[in-house]
């Protein structure tokens, strides 16, 4: 399989969060920020990030409460993914559900993993199967106040190895090839036995 690692290290625009054109935000919800140490507000969200500098979160400081919505997307992957293993801190007393969404379309979404409430100020890991969708996205909805800012670092994708599977049907071309060698083996051994019978029995009758 393929792997992707995205920290957030080279922000470009919300089209292309990660630099790598991997991740954009803002798709259909509100849209992650990429910052480095503090996040604004106290009481929520890292003091660092988990790799390097920089990491995305979810700003939740009003207007963005209560219940705002945020969207993290990949743009569409070719090869289907097939699982995906990411960093996240959801510290906050009002740190709402953060959903991992799986799709083929990037129209109807499948729920493949989900957390809510506060874990306290420290990275967690999660790695996570993925049933061959070409898009990934993290889903966050915030809760009732500004202690909400939910952060994601470090998202590594892993795609289906799709090609390994074209050299399996090769081994098969091989086997008709011994089916016609008993044809001329026995074709000769009838042709040379008529030949002799046939010169003896004519030359004594003149």
Known sequence: STSYTSSFESYSSASDVSGDGLWETGVNFKAFVVASGSTPSTST?????YAGSYYAYCETTNPNHPGASFDLQTTEFSTPIESVAFYYMAYGATIGTVSLQGSSDASSWTTLWSKNGNFGRNWKSASVSVPNAKYLRFYYVGGSSYTGDLALDSITINT??????????S???PQPTPRPSPIPISA???MPTPVPSGIPVSSPTP
Do not use: F, L
Request: proline letters at 33%.
């Open 45 to 49: 969200g890292p003091s660092s990030a």
């Open 160 to 169: 289906v190895p799709a090609p390994s599977a074209v050299p399996t049907p």
């Open 171 to 173: 081994p098969t071309s």
């Open 188 to 190: 000769p051994t009838k």
